[in-house]
């Protein structure tokens, strides 16, 4: 299964779109069904045109989006004979400077990804040139134009869409008018392309680009957005005025354009994110939840003080006529979210057990098997680091499972330190270690003359894996988990020493299910926030609920529960928790200082993302707004909370 094919639902009722979107949504369950739904609608229009003896020119964008489209492409090549003899191409754009063959070009992503695994003609395949000179961009930029307009102009056009808007490497600025040109890049562009260049200062400065203008005179267009992180510019983009702040918000002038996206990116549309703005709806649970956590805030009232008034005032008379009283839905949500308030996530020992207790704290298995899933060697204290200290100091038997090595993710400096260190030492204290002197030697030789974005040899991708490992070591010990409870994974996807991982595999969740069997969890733990920008927390999630899937009619499952935690990139909103765990201020100290032990990723991370906080200032400031939030509401106050989301295989995650 892809990395594409999970997506968090939105558990909100499907409602029509409405006049506040200015560019028509389709909205699927799951990535990979939008991006299936695309290739089906490129396929037929290839051969409709093959029908008419009319080539057809499509438009190709790069990047995480548009590549399950691009793999069920060449799926229907390869089985229901969809032929590309008649297809021509234009790639989107290119960084510059940059050569065709490099990791990070466009070109090769495009071969890589498409063109190498058709019958498409090499004559009919056109990409920005990023290796030529600087005095012959404007001249080529105008052949571009003229090959575009040659080739009949573009049939289709596939667009991603960046976190600030662009289209293309069209920048905040870009106006409708602009055609094919030569581009500076944004700093937080740069930033976000940091990842698959091995840190922003090797981001190119530039890049050639089709313009707004060249876009927009496609005949169809299909824009993509996955994920939560897209939610907040597909609103922007769709419902409100088209300005070059935002250049995808031109296309709302297009005749032709539908926006296709997961639930998780449509989240922030109006229909979904208050669709009691657009008439009248089913009031489930969900939304009601929603629509009273949204008015107590927007009131700055608790929610057992909201009255009548501020219900109407908000619009809210059908959500009152369907509960009769203000009062009765405030009491609901109220008892709702207080039930979500959890001091023991593992649940209570018979001497703990009082009457009253909820039903969670009342279970009869204690002590518990715990794993925590980690993607990453940090997730697991970044996270849920107050938790994880719960656990083990509540007496549960907690495992830590750290899915990937996290190799890439280190500086060349440290890595050359350890190297040197380890030589130094065994020189100094007269301990023979055969290698050690040439491996030394290797790793100076190697990344003094590494190039950027190149590669690390395996040499240097095992120092730097290492280093992660003791970090994850000590991290772990400061929660008080030993070390026989930590579980290397390695997961095979992940040893490509890029950014760019490979598909899941049988082998990954072959991994995963055996120690599940070894284990035999009550409780596990997998992180659930699907906004990583590389990918690997949506593959490695994947992989655990593969594996459950796989484990569920054992009789050690009957009794397990899967908790899905966020924290690294963003956070459960109110409404979505089930479980929230208090901190007090002494837990959340001991989280930071578990945190500070992966020292490689202190004071800065090689791949920060668009947030550039460090990763446990981040932590602390999303679970002080959880708690801020809590008490706001009229729950208790805490220093911080962490929240926690139920994976049951039917609903929260979608296979």
């Given at each position: 299964m892809?990395?594409?094919?999970l997506?968090?639902?939105s558990h909100?009722?499907k409602?029509?779109s409405?006049?506040?979107e200015r560019?028509?949504?389709r ?14 609608e490129?396929?037929?229009?290839i051969?409709?045109?093959?029908l008419k003896?009319?080539p057809c020119?499509l ?6 989006s548009?590549?399950?489209?691009y793999?069920?492409l ?8 969809l ?15 940059m ?5 990070q070009s466009n ?5 890589e990804?498409?063109?190498d ?5 090499p004559?009919?395949i ?5 290796a030529i000179?600087?005095a012959?961009i ?9 090959r575009i307009a ?5 049939d289709?056009?596939?667009?991603g869409?960046s ?5 293309g490497?069209?920048?905040?600025g870009?106006d409708r ?29 530039h890049a050639?680009?089709?313009g ?7 005949e169809r ?12 510019v597909i609103a922007?983009?769709v419902e409100?005025e088209?300005?070059?702040a935002?250049?995808?918000?031109f ?5 032709n354009?539908d926006?296709f ?7 922030a549309l109006?229909?979904?994110a208050?669709?009691?703005l657009?008439g ?9 939840r929603?629509?009273?956590?949204s008015?107590s805030?927007?009131t700055g ?9 501020d219900?109407?005032?908000?619009g809210f ?7 009769g009283s203000?009062y009765?839905?405030n ?5 709702h979210?207080?039930s979500?308030?959890v001091g023991?996530?593992?649940?209570k020992?018979?001497h ?7 039903p969670g704290?009342?279970d ?14 940090d997730?697991?204290v970044?996270?849920?680091g107050?938790t994880?200290i719960r656990l083990?100091d509540q007496?549960?038997?907690v495992?830590?499972?750290?899915q990937t090595?996290g ?7 440290d ?7 380890a ?10 270690a ?14 003094r003359?590494k190039?950027?974005?190149q590669v690390d040899?395996?040499?240097?991708q095992?120092i730097k ?12 010990r400061?929660c008080?988990v030993p070390d026989?409870n ?5 997961l095979?996807?992940?040893q490509?020493?890029r950014v760019?991982k490979?598909?899941?595999g049988?082998d ?6 055996d120690?599940?069997?070894?284990v035999?969890p009550h409780?596990?733990?997998a992180?659930g926030?699907l906004?990583d ?10 992989a655990?609920?593969q ?5 569920q009619?054992?009789d ?8 899905l ?17 208090p ?10 200082a578990?945190?500070?032990?992966h ?6 991370a090689?791949?920060?993302g668009?947030d550039?906080r ?6 602390e400031?999303?679970?002080?707004e959880?708690?801020r ?5 009229g729950?208790?106050?805490?220093a911080?909370?962490e929240g ?5 295989g039917q ?5």
């Open positions: 892809s990395e594409t094919d997506a968090v639902t909100l009722t409602l029509p409405t006049i506040r560019i028509p949504c909205v699927y369950s799951k990535a990979s069904d939008a991006s299936i739904a695309a290739a089906a490129i396929a037929n229009l051969r409709l045109r093959e003896g009319l020119t438009g190709l964008a790069t990047g995480s548009p590549t399950r489209i793999e069920e060449v799926r229907l090549h390869r089985e229901d004979g032929s590309f003899a008649g297809v021509v191409v234009f790639s989107l754009d290119e960084f510059f400077p050569q065709p063959r490099e990791l070109a090769r992503f495009l071969r990804y498409l063109t695994h058709v019958d498409i003609d004559a009919n056109h990409f920005p040139n990023g000179g600087k012959d404007p001249a080529f930029c105008v052949d571009y134009e003229e040659a080739a009949g102009g573009i289709l056009q596939i667009l869409l976190r600030i808007g662009h289209i490497c069209n920048e905040p870009s008018r602009t055609r094919t040109r030569m581009i500076t890049l944004d700093r937080v562009t740069r930033i976000d392309a940091a990842s698959d260049f091995f840190g922003a200062e090797n981001v190119p400065r050639i680009t089709m707004v203008g060249t876009i927009l005179e496609a267009i299909l824009l993509l957005g996955f994920g939560e992180g897209k939610a907040s922007k983009t409100e088209a300005t070059s935002v250049p995808a918000s296309l709302q002038g297009h005749k354009v926006v996206l997961d639930e998780a990116a449509a989240s109006t229909r979904f208050t669709p009691w657009c009248p709806i089913t009031w489930d649970e969900m939304i009601t929603r629509a009273v956590i008015l805030l927007q009232k608790a929610i057992l003080k909201l009255t009548e008034a219900y109407n005032e908000a008379q059908d959500l009152l006529a369907n509960h203000a009765a839905i009491l609901s949500v109220f008892r979210l207080q979500t308030i023991w996530p593992g649940g020992p018979a703990a057990k009082q009457v009253g207790d909820r704290d009342r009869d298995i204690f002590p518990k098997r715990v794993i925590v899933f980690s993607p990453h060697p997730d697991d970044i996270s849920m107050g994880l083990v007496g549960h038997d495992h830590i499972a750290y090595s190799n890439i993710a280190v500086f060349d400096n890595a050359l330190k350890f190297a040197e260190f030589a130094e030492f065994c020189r100094r204290f007269g301990i023979k055969d290698g050690l002197d040439q491996l030394e030697d290797h790793v100076d030789e190697f990344l003359h190039r950027s974005g040899s395996v040499e240097v095992r894996g290492l280093i992660r490992r003791s970090e994850a070591r000590e991290g772990a400061c008080g026989e930590l579980h290397f994974l390695d095979p996807f992940y490509t020493g760019k490979s598909p899941l049988s990954d969740i072959r991994i995963t299910v120690l599940l069997r070894e035999k409780q596990i733990y992180a926030d906004s920008p590389h990918g690997t927390h949506r593959t490695c999630l994947s655990i609920l594996a459950c899937v796989q484990c009619n054992e050690w499952y009957q009794a397990c529960v899967v908790w935690y966020r924290g690294a990139w963003q956070e459960w909103a109110p409404e979505q928790i089930e479980v929230a765990v901190l007090s201020p002494m837990e959340v100290e001991r989280k930071r578990a945190i500070f032990k020292q490689s990723q202190k004071d800065r090689l791949f920060p668009s550039m460090e990763f446990w200032q981040r932590a400031a999303r679970n002080a959880t708690a939030r809590y008490d706001a509401l729950l208790a106050e805490y911080a909370i926690f989301v139920r994976w049951d609903t929260g995650i979608s296979l």
